[in-house]
């Protein structure tokens, strides 16, 4: 079992920064990629990035140039720094580790940037 927990979300102005984290615990041995997603009030859950177990990242449309994902494998934790914030990136982020055939994802982190 691998627990999930996310961190960093918060309230924000457009145009601002925040930086989220993704800490995994437990049976971490054979964490492979892991993934940023949000889902806003009344759709669908999307994917944001992901990363790679050698750190290739991989970036929505929507966040290029504008969010970086990256990882500390001996902390077990991703991050996610969001630069240049908008108001449409509002939403609740959530972490999904995969580990060999399996996903985990936490309980996520609001993430709310005002106009």
């Known amino acids: 079992q691998v627990e999930v927990v996310e961190s960093g979300g918060g309230l924000v102005q457009a145009g601002g920064s925040l930086r989220l984290s993704c800490e995994a615990s437990?049976?971490?041995?054979?964490?492979?990629?892991v993934g940023w997603h949000r889902q806003a009030p009344g759709k669908q859950r999307e994917l944001v990035a992901t990363?790679?177990?050698?750190?290739?990242?991989n970036y929505a449309d929507s966040v290029k140039g504008r969010f970086t994902i990256s990882r500390d494998n001996a902390k077990n934790t991703v991050y996610l720094q969001m630069n240049s914030l908008k108001p449409e990136d509002t939403a609740v982020y959530y972490c999904?580790?995969?580990?060999?055939?399996?996903?985990?994802w936490g309980q996520g982190t609001q993430v709310t940037v005002s106009s």
């Open positions: 999904n580790v995969k580990r060999y055939a399996s996903h985990y």
């Open positions: 437990g049976r971490t041995l054979g964490i492979n990629a």
């Open positions: 990363i790679s177990r050698d750190g290739v990242p």
